[in-house]
């Protein structure tokens, strides 16, 4: 079943911050958050992992919470790059059929303005 | 060193013909997989191998796709006949056992 994100778009300003939520209905291994850009490839940003720790990568963190089924994605101090789709991208299980086996999102429009 | 590479980038053909798209995944990863990217439907899971196997194509829309992985370094998507719904950015991804999927330029397809 495909996780439900939120908003659905966003519109900053430099410098603003943003957070960006992703919630499902089952029971999560690990959520993925990537960023696609109009007309390209989906980008990965980073990856949660049940029972890790809430990651970081330069002013993007994220955090996951198993108990909920939700991670939510933060930006901070928005620049100009971080315009694009956001989509996290949720799995079951860890190993056999399920590893990798990821259910995207419906992706989050974020743009940020001068 | 390079990414998952994918053939063609753009392809406009006929409803009815066959389109086969392409895949070069990157080198030492054991899974691979095929995504379509709609406005409608996002992107969505097709097929995903395991060192050359297919371990889940309940993703396939239907018997006009199939998709093989000869060795660890091809893989080909196919649809035939092709038909205007079918027009969609296609992707493949590959990862090593690993958590991070990396995913190529996309093949973008119209049929019309």
């Known amino acids: 079943q495909q996780p439900v994100q939120s908003p659905q778009a966003v519109i900053l300003r430099e410098g603003e911050d943003a957070v960006i939520n992703c919630s499902s209905s089952?029971?999560?291994?690990?959520v993925h958050w990537y960023r696609q850009k109009h007309g390209e490839a989906p980008v990965f940003l980073m990856i949660l992992l049940k029972g890790g720790e809430q990651k970081g990568h330069e002013k993007i963190s994220a955090s996951f919470n198993e108990k909920k089924q939700q991670s939510s994605l933060y930006l901070t101090a928005s620049q100009l790059s971080y315009s694009g789709t956001y989509f996290c991208?949720?799995?079951?299980?860890?190993?056999?059929?399920?590893?990798?086996?990821?259910?995207f999102g419906q992706g989050t429009i974020l743009t940020v303005h001068p | 060193d390079a990414g998952v590479i994918q053939s063609p980038r753009h392809e406009v053909t006929e409803m009815g013909q066959e389109v086969t798209l392409r895949c070069k995944p990157i080198s030492g990863h054991d899974y691979l997989f095929w995504y379509r990217q709609t406005m409608m439907r996002g992107l969505e899971l097709l097929i995903y191998?395991?060192?050359?196997?297919?371990?889940?194509d309940s993703g396939m829309p239907e018997d006009r796709f199939s998709a093989k992985m000869p060795n660890a370094s091809f893989s080909t998507l196919k649809i035939q006949p092709s038909e205007p719904r079918d027009s969609a950015v296609y992707f493949c991804a590959s990862t090593y056992s690993g958590n991070t999927i990396y995913f190529g330029e996309g093949s973008w397809l119209t049929v019309v």
């Open positions: 991208g949720t799995a079951a299980g860890a190993g056999g059929t399920s590893y990798g086996k990821l259910t």
């Open positions: 089952k029971a999560l291994y690990s």
């Open positions: 191998f395991n060192n050359n196997v297919p371990i889940d």
